[in-house]
């Protein structure tokens, strides 16, 4: 009992501490794809001390929403890191109080809570992406409930950890048409979800074309730092769903000895160095789609996450 509470804890550690070392490396290999020079790897760490550092400025215009939103972006992934596998291959204390439902459901709290308070400063170009935002989150939810229902038809559960031991371990069921299918869905829904190409181009800092960092333009210190980090740490926790629930349990450990789940740390973060490689080469590959050709990127997702269920119902 007391391992397991440690080792859960332990995941939270890595999540926090290595989350903005993976978007730094994501941005640094991006930039250097581009022939540019780019920041350093630990540019993310720098940007939090200096946000820590500075004083905040809240507007008189904003109220308890405004104040709290930031605490909640940034709790949000925490407790969904309690819920999904990210060092162990074995579920640990929390791992059964949500299953992949409530784990959407957390998430999608810290981006309801965000979207209110982009509104909340009465700043024009908080409600103009905001909407942009809500209306990529409307078109993405329908493809979250249907990779529910396909995980379900396959593995009998929405549990991450029955996933995982039901779906990636026979192999013979990872070349299955409705884990191929299901597989690029979610790979569209992460794209869609935390605003990279061609949903949103993460890099551009234009008021008027920001959909996702729109979100955070009136926050300042302290409460910009934990925007920030929370948005680094849902990235984070969504590849590892991605990698670990969907894709292949390597580098997890399966036995409870301390240097087992120790290693599985840095063999975790190399299964991501590869995972951010891949994504490099998509935004690398693609434009940024104008607004009201989103539609038709989700409505593509959708079919895919369709065809996965009906795959996975019939086999």
Not at 248 to 262: E, F, H, I, N, R
Not at 266 to 295: C, M, N, T, W, Y
């Amino acid at each position: 009992m007391i391992k397991s509470i440690i080792f859960n804890s332990l995941q939270v550690i890595v999540v926090m501490v290595f989350s903005p070392l993976a978007m730094g490396v994501l941005n640094r290999l991006k930039e250097n794809v581009q022939s540019k020079r780019g920041p350093s790897i630990f540019q993310p760490y720098l940007d939090l001390w200096k946000l820590f550092s500075k004083d905040e400025v809240v507007s008189n215009e904003s109220t308890w929403i405004f104040r709290v939103t930031p605490y909640v972006v940034f709790v949000a992934p925490i407790f969904v890191t309690l819920l999904i596998p990210v060092l162990t291959a074995y579920p640990l204390f929390w791992a059964f109080m949500a299953d992949m439902v409530g784990a959407g459901f957390i998430l999608a709290l810290g981006g309801f809570f965000s979207i209110l308070a982009a509104v909340d400063t009465a700043n024009p170009y908080g409600p103009m992406g905001s909407s942009r935002t809500r209306m990529v989150g409307f078109l993405a939810e329908p493809v979250f409930l249907i990779v529910f229902f396909t995980v379900s038809f396959v593995a009998d559960s929405t549990i991450p950890y029955i996933v995982q031991q039901q779906w990636v371990h026979p192999m013979s069921n990872f070349f299955e048409p409705a884990h191929i299918l299901l597989l690029i869905a979610f790979l569209m829904l992460i794209l869609a979800e935390k605003g990279r190409l061609p949903v949103d181009n993460p890099s551009g800092h234009f008021e008027l074309a920001m959909i996702d960092e729109s979100k955070g333009l009136e926050y300042s210190g302290r409460a910009a730092a934990l925007m920030k980090w929370g948005g680094w740490m849902k990235f984070f926790v969504l590849m590892n769903i991605f990698l670990n629930v969907l894709l292949t349990p390597w580098g997890l450990a399966s036995t409870w000895a301390w240097g087992d789940v120790l290693i599985a740390i840095p063999l975790i973060l190399l299964k991501i160095f590869g995972f951010i490689i891949f994504l490099v080469l998509i935004e690398s590959s693609l434009a940024k789609l104008r607004l009201f050709r989103i539609s038709e990127f989700m409505t593509a997702a959708f079919a895919i996450a369709v065809l996965a269920m009906m795959a996975g119902a019939f086999a």
